[in-house]
Structures are given as structure tokens and as C-alpha cells.
């Protein structure tokens, strides 16, 4: 079954301490694999995609990388602004299918 | 603001009870899109429309939930008798045809409680 796996489910870091996260997927005929960033209590807000391994793309302080296997979200020097709940997703026909997001959390 | 709505943005009902929440998309976009999602989780697609036609429904979507884009406009999403275990985030959202799939533009949701 397609699908993407998303670690750590939760980090906390300190401001400023960069780390990445993990989005590994098993998807057939990957089209395009997306990140989506999800504040508590609102809808996802789209960030990136991404379409071919070796691609990137940032945004801010978020660089988001592509393998064959996995994808990375680099977070450089974050701030606590950047506290949100970050999704992997992949499209399948017209929908999205998203994995169960890493919560980030960043300490003053 | 010309982003994707929802209302309500929140509602409480008891076990039993219908209930209907709407979705205006972003005016120029042709899908919109239906998903839900539980705590822990990311979203789940139930259903999408492209203008009025309902294209595709998950099987999640069971015979007590009913959607409908009348004229390609806005869209409503009806569960009837409502269970406890509907008790979710509605998200709607809406991208334009052709589109790169994944720009798809999310409302903020409607927080659905079933006591």
C-alpha cells in the first residue's frame, strides 16, 4: 500500500537549534511529494513541492530535499513562530494523502 | 480575505442530531475538496466535486454523510444521525483545474463535537 511515514511524531528544540525532519515513503509512480505546515485549530497551509529526487526548494528558514526514498524538512535556526505541526503528503489520482505529521515545538 | 471559508468553525451536538457545514472556495477555483481529520492524525479525504459534479467519494464517507456543490459554488457537507466517532476536523479545500495537485488551499475548518 502507498504510503508515507513521518519522524520523530514530536521535537522539541531550542530557538535557534536547527534538525530535520523525516518523511519516508513507499508510493508507486511518485508525482509529487508535498509538505504542508498545520497551525492547532487551522486548516494546512501548503509549503512546497517537490517532484524529483535531488530537488529542493526553501522557503525562510525551511529547505525541503528529495531522495528516492525520503524526504527531508531542514529547519535552520528556528523560532518559536515555527511551532506547528508539519505534514508529508503525496498525491494519489486528485486527492492527498497525508501522513500523520511531526509537532514541532520551539523553546524560547 | 479571498481565502477558502468554512462555517461554522465550530459545532456541538448530541448523539442522534444532523448536522450541515458549509464551504465557500477560493472564487476562481473549479475542485473542492472534503476531508476529515481526528487528533493524531493527518487529514483523510472524503470527497471532491469539480464544478457541481461529485467525482469521487471515499468509502469513508458512509450513507449518513452527504455533500453537494450546487451551481459550483459553494458546498455543504450533511451528516445525518450524527455517532460520536464523527466527532473531527472538517477541512474543505479548493485548487484550480489543471493545477499542480498538491496546491490545494485549505479553509480552517470546522471542529465537529458529538456528545
Known amino acids: 500500500e502507498d504510503q508515507v511515514t513521518q519522524s520523530p511524531e514530536a521535537l522539541r528544540l531550542q530557538e535557534g537549534e536547527s534538525s530535520s525532519l523525516n518523511c519516508s515513503y513507499t508510493?508507486?509512480?511518485?508525482?509529487?511529494l508535498f509538505w504542508y505546515r498545520q497551525d492547532p485549530g487551522k486548516g494546512p497551509e501548503f509549503l512546497f513541492t517537490l517532484y524529483s529526487a535531488g530537488e529542493e526548494k526553501e522557503k525562510e528558514r525551511l529547505k525541503a530535499t528529495l531522495t528516492k526514498k525520503e524526504s527531508f524538512l531542514h529547519i535552520t535556526a528556528p523560532k518559536p513562530e515555527d511551532s506547528a505541526t508539519y505534514l508529508c503528503a503525496f498525491p494519489r489520482d486528485d486527492k492527498i494523502i497525508f501522513g500523520k505529521g511531526t509537532r514541532l515545538h520551539i523553546l524560547p | 480575505d479571498t481565502g477558502v471559508s468554512q462555517n461554522p468553525r465550530h459545532k456541538i451536538t448530541k448523539r442522534g442530531q444532523n448536522v450541515t457545514f458549509r464551504c465557500d472556495p477560493i472564487s476562481e477555483h473549479n475542485r473542492l475538496y472534503w476531508y476529515r481529520q481526528t487528533l493524531g492524525q493527518g487529514p483523510e479525504f472524503l470527497t471532491y466535486f469539480q464544478n457541481e459534479a461529485q467525482l469521487e467519494k471515499s468509502r469513508l464517507l458512509s450513507d449518513r454523510f452527504s455533500a453537494e456543490r450546487p451551481k459550483g459554488s459553494f458546498s455543504t457537507l450533511e451528516i445525518q444521525r450524527t455517532e460520536q466517532g464523527d466527532s473531527a476536523m472538517y477541512l474543505c479545500?479548493?485548487?484550480?483545474?489543471?493545477?499542480?495537485?498538491?496546491?490545494?488551499?485549505f479553509g480552517p475548518g470546522t471542529r465537529l463535537t458529538v456528545l
Open positions: 508510493v508507486s509512480g511518485l508525482r509529487g
Open positions: 479545500a479548493s485548487s484550480p483545474t489543471g493545477s499542480v495537485v498538491g496546491a490545494q488551499f
